[in-house]
Nanobody, 125 residues
């Protein structure tokens, strides 16, 4: 599986951005797909996930109600709609894919086998 992330940019606080992750490979719908982010000097942080089976979604508390993750099996893409952006959302955003991840491990970066290259999001105050 190869992942290509896009959609980052510079936006003012309160604005919106939409990130997209395009996946190549078979059986896309069976993968758990997630977005993580990393700021300088900080560990990679879970943002949101859409599960392979049933496509249920999981969010970090810090983005719940502001971000929406969605998967399109026909297009092999996973998008992250980010609204009401805050300066603390500034980070490099990565999409990740993995299979057979148990629920308790979805938020752990080590659970994922495949990673995109990252797309930068900057939110100015």
């Amino acid at each position: 599986v190869q992942l290509q992330a896009s959609g980052g940019g510079l936006v003012q606080a309160g604005g919106s951005l939409r990130l997209s992750c395009a996946a190549s490979g078979r059986a896309f719908s069976s993968y758990d797909m997630s977005w993580f982010r990393q700021s300088p000097g900080k560990e990679r942080e879970f943002v949101a996930a859409v599960r392979g089976i049933g496509r249920s979604t999981i969010y970090a508390d810090s983005v719940k109600g502001r971000f929406t993750i969605s998967g399109d099996n026909a297009k092999n893409t996973v998008d992250l709609q980010m609204n009401s952006l805050k300066p603390e959302d500034t980070a490099l955003y990565y999409c990740a894919a993995g299979r057979g991840i148990i629920l308790s491990s979805v938020r752990k970066a080590t659970s994922y086998d495949y990673w995109g290259q990252g797309t930068k999001v900057t939110v100015s105050s």
